[in-house]
């Protein structure tokens, strides 16, 4: 599955799927480990 | 002894009239949604209506792609059979606003006030999802510390949205 950032600009309507980079990839991952070491 | 005066109500009073701006439905492996470009109005109404997961995960709420901790929040559920407190979230110099405890079963609904200001906005919503159970539904209550006006509302998931449910954006015109 393809990370993506989705966008909707109010103005116009328009909806953006932006993928992730890979810096934004390695946050959210990091941000999955602490909410699972959160739930333990 | 003089004649009484009695207070008239304000006529400079305007209706809290919100009109839908923008829904929708999340794409498949989303991990935020953000309304941007949103001007003129003076109070917004987030609701998230039953989003989908694609694993349990926390949603979190933050304004102008701000990731500061700039936001306070505090949020109690009361079982509805026992009246028992629980559920209990609250965060001081937070991140973002957590929207704890919904699932893909739920709803949140939020009203964010004096979004076109200069100053501190607040914010208060609750969580439901339609059944009188035994579960908590928290009643929550938040700040947002800084001085720009609202023009981004981003919803972060800490796993994946799933193409279904609805995020909704209402506003009332400055």
Avoid: C, W
């Avoid at chain 1, 810096?23 to 739930?39: F, K, M, N, R």
């Avoid at chain 2, 306070?72 to 606003?97: E, F, L």
């Avoid at chain 2, 800084?146 to 023009?151: C, K, N, R």
């Amino acid at each position: 599955m393809i990370l993506t950032k989705m966008i909707i600009n109010t103005q116009t309507g328009e909806i953006e799927n932006i993928p992730l980079t890979e810096e934004e990839i390695a946050i959210h991952e990091s941000q999955q480990v602490t909410d699972e070491a959160a739930a333990e | 002894m003089g004649a009484s005066v009695v207070p008239q109500p304000s006529t400079g009073a305007t209706s809290d009239n919100y009109a839908l701006i923008s829904s929708v439905t999340p794409t498949a492996g989303a991990t935020t949604v953000s309304f941007t470009s949103i001007s003129g109005y003076r109070k917004l109404m987030l609701r998230v209506l039953k989003p989908g997961m694609g694993t349990a995960g926390t949603i979190t709420l933050t304004f102008n792609t701000d990731t500061g901790t700039n936001y306070a929040y505090s949020s109690i559920g009361v079982t509805p059979s026992t009246g028992a407190a629980a559920a209990q979230y609250r965060s001081g110099d937070a991140t973002g606003i957590a929207l704890a405890g919904l699932t893909n079963a739920q709803e949140q609904n939020l009203i964010i006030n004096d979004t076109n200001t200069t100053g501190v906005k607040t914010l208060s919503g609750f969580l439901y999802d339609g059944a009188f159970s035994a579960k908590a539904y928290p009643s929550l209550q938040g700040m947002y510390f800084a001085s720009a006006a609202i023009t981004t509302v981003t919803l972060t998931i800490s796993t994946t949205f799933a193409a279904s449910g609805t995020v909704a954006l209402y506003g009332v015109a400055s």
